[in-house]
């Protein structure tokens, strides 16, 4: 279960961010803003080879004693990020990608709806929901 | 206490409240549970309420009278009016809408209230309903005597806005015009709530009974409504059938506005009007007929094709104008495309237009799709106690909001919600499958059309491996030559065509298809690509040796150039693999040249300027090479022409030298291997020479072949005579060499074979000869200087 979940903008702003309230979300924000430097390099590292061959998933960007951050960025730049507890029962990958391919289909969702202009903030209430059921339980 | 005068739909309003209020069936309310609830559901502030009920005289008498609860509720209008709560305001407060209680709608009120119109509330009530005498007698007077009084100071105000709103419920199942006023009453008082406020009073009294066992799990969407009003409501159900059913008994009455207003087609009063219209029913969602029938018309507006979509941005447009926040629509939507296409169907339209209205009478939208707007036709016939359902089958059913428990009445529906909402998460599975991060980037590059004989071909860049490769050959060998139709190739049995006519259309093909190395096929017809793909290497060979392949009957270009023609559009694989293709639609004798260097012992023969020598011995060299690396030359007239052409050259040109050769080759080979090995080495530089001098000496009558091996001189004198007879021998067996052009392949090679063992040995031969001829000139020099020696003697 993730303790912070981040849609980032192409240009790096944040498009939703959402962390488990209880706990100091600043400390969240940074470490959602300091990944996003993991991000880029994890994207310019394939170079020539576009994006058709990269990865969209791109796994584990850092680990830290408390939590692990995991990346994912679609082709247009759109970067989500998974902040999960480490000390929960270490989350397979598979479920890091499951998590990632549900947030990417509801911000396809998101997109889809025409009164969504792109670079808004995201306030779909579908988009929410589905978002916390991914975040880790209210502690 | 103030007389009251209400309107008839009031007072049946009030009264309903009241019966509901009055749990105890004393016609005295205290102010328990109900009353509060009725009077939170107003939506209004506490002190508001409190101020109402002071006012009323509820304090005073410390319950709520008949009277008491009327003016109450009166008051509450008033204040949902957003009019300062004064008691003159009860009477002078002309066409105050109703109270509205978020917590019932009730359609029958306003079906009620809009029984009667304007015009004759006013006065004529008034005269019915006896004034109330007083607070005192408040309680004993009917309801419709308490009513009226109210009513006419109610109706006048409303009287654009009140007959609409109030006529609206009933009428806004059949006409949309309705829905029209609506929309002026809310773009008038929208933000107070005027016609809400009388939507919604006049729905929330019989709300509650409709939400009775009707539909007993009736989503009021503000889920507010406590399910003992339901039962309170009881006898108000027998009084009022189930909305359905009272739907069209509401519909007879005479609905004056009904034709009057049918003219525009705004979005945003269509939306009013359908919002109250969706509250009074058992479904607060369910579309009706009329209404249905309203956005089909709009619908058509946008997309004329009911089938078709809107696409989202027309839909925007649309939905922007009922000057909803964006929100609120970017909501809406994502609650109505069902599909989440980013397009709307009809359906997907409907549910969407319903939920705009809704919102536009102030209803809050729910969280979910109500099931009755999702957009499916299914026709659920297990509703069968929800009465009358026939107009609007497809969107029958209980409410989505309730919880399966509460509509025992359609158990079978609900069981279906479980599957819809199932099916939502499967569709969501099923989303998640189908659009996993790895197919988000990938298109799946086998689109197999579902005709093939539509011959669309998009390019499709293949691999080219050596199974591919094989597959290809053996293609190409199955299907031979009909090139002209993309799929021929695959269907028709090719017939024996000539090398070229085969060579012909393969030719126009592949200048009809694109791009070296992509074959402009579809994966269906992959067969066609060995076609296409050898056919484009055709290309790449006519587009270089254009001149080989035509003409068939010229002398074949140098085996090294097709070769070097290859280096682009071939990888080495397919040359390989190419020599190996039977020469189908291919000129065999060229086309098998250049994938294998031919081997070429003739170098070393032919260092001679004897260019015939060397074609010949070229050919014989191309000939054994190209029978050993084409297994099978169906088609080797060609070369097979062309060797005979030059054998029939030979002839001519080296006649005398192939007599020559043999017996030179007849004696050499009666020397001995010793002599043929080393004569071998020695005349093939010489071997030119050898076979010059040959020709020379053919014309002569043979000089006698000299044999260096042996002692030159011995060798000499017995070689001469030897070489005669070998020559002899030869030139005897010559004419035996077939000149026809249509010889058998066999027998042209042996003959070809003959020659050049002929040649070599003319070549050596020339060579030993030339020797001898040096060894004799010494020997003349030796001896003429000893004679020079001897003569001295004589000058002296």
Known sequence: ????????????????IRSVPVQNELKFHYTVHTSLDVVEEKISAVGKAMADQRELYLGLLYPTEDYKVYGYVTNSKVKFVIVADSSNTSLRDNEIRSMFRKLHNSFTDVMCNPFYNPGDTIQSKAFDSMVSAMMVQAS | MESLTLTDGEQKYYSDLFVYCDTDNTKKVASNGRVLDLFRAAQLPSEVVLQITELCGATRLGHFGRSQFYIALKLIAVAQSG????????????????????????????????????????????????RPPGRGHVKKLSAHEVIQPCVPTVEPQLQPDTTSPVVSPHQSPPTSPHWRKHKRQASGGNVERQPVVVAGAVWTPFREPQAGPVVSGDGMWSANSPPPVQESWVSLKDAHPPSSSTLPAIHSSPVQENSSIRTVASATTANETQRQSSGGYDDPWKITDEQRQYYINQFKTIQPDLNGFIPGSAAKEFFTKSKLPILELSHIWELSDFDKDGALT???????????????????????????????????????????QAPDVGYSGSPVEVTPNKSPSMPSLNQTWPDLNQGNEQWETFSERSSSSQTLTQFDSNIAPADPDTAIVHPVPIRMTPSKIHMQEMELKRTGSDHTHPTSPLMAKPPDLSEETKLAPSMKFVTANSGDGYSSSDSYTSDQDPITSVVTRQRSHSGTSPEGLKVVTAPPPPPP?????????????????????????????????????????????????????????????????????????PNFADFSQFQVFAASEEPSDDGEKHPESL????????????????????????????????????????KPVRRRLKSEDELQEEALPLKSNVIATVLAAQPSIPRSVGKD????????????ETNTVLARLNSELQQQLKDLLEERISLEVQLEQLRPFSHL
Request: net charge neutral; proline share 12%.
């Open chain 1, 1 to 16: 279960m993730a303790v912070c979940i981040a849609v980032i903008a192409k240009e790096n702003y944040p498009l939703y």
């Open chain 2, 83 to 130: 009019l300062p709560l004064r008691v003159e305001s009860l009477n002078s407060v002309k066409d105050l809408p109703l109270p509205r209680f978020v917590v019932a709608k009730n359609e029958q009120e306003a079906r009620h209230t809009a029984m009667y119109p304007d015009s004759e509330n006013q006065g004529s009530y008034q005269g019915v309903i006896p």
């Open chain 2, 346 to 388: 009809l359906d997907e339209f409907c549910a969407a237009f319903h939920l705009v209205v809704a919102r536009k009478n102030s209803y809050d939208l729910p969280e979910k799709l109500p099931e009755s707007l999702m957009p499916k036709l299914i026709d659920l016939d297990d509703s069968a106690e929800v009465p009358d």
């Open chain 2, 561 to 633: 150039r097709p070769h070097a023609s290859h280096s682009r559009s071939s990888s080495l694989d397919m040359n390989r693999s190419f020599a190996a293709v039977p020469p189908g639609p291919q000129s065999a004798g060229v086309v098998a040249y250049p994938p294998a260097v031919p081997p070429r012992p003739l170098p070393t023969q032919t260092s001679g300027p004897h260019s015939g020598h060397r074609s010949d011995e070229g050919l014989a060299a191309h000939s054994t090479t190209s029978p050993q690396q084409i297994p099978e030359q």
């Open chain 2, 663 to 702: 017996p030179v080759e007849k004696s050499l080979e009666g020397a001995g291997p010793l002599r043929t090995v080393k004569s071998d080495n020695q005349e093939e530089r010489a071997a030119a020479t050898v076979n010059s001098a040959k020709g020379s000496i053919m014309a002569p009558p043979p």
């Open chain 2, 745 to 756: 392949k066999k027998a042209i090679q042996a003959s070809i074979r003959r020659n050049k």
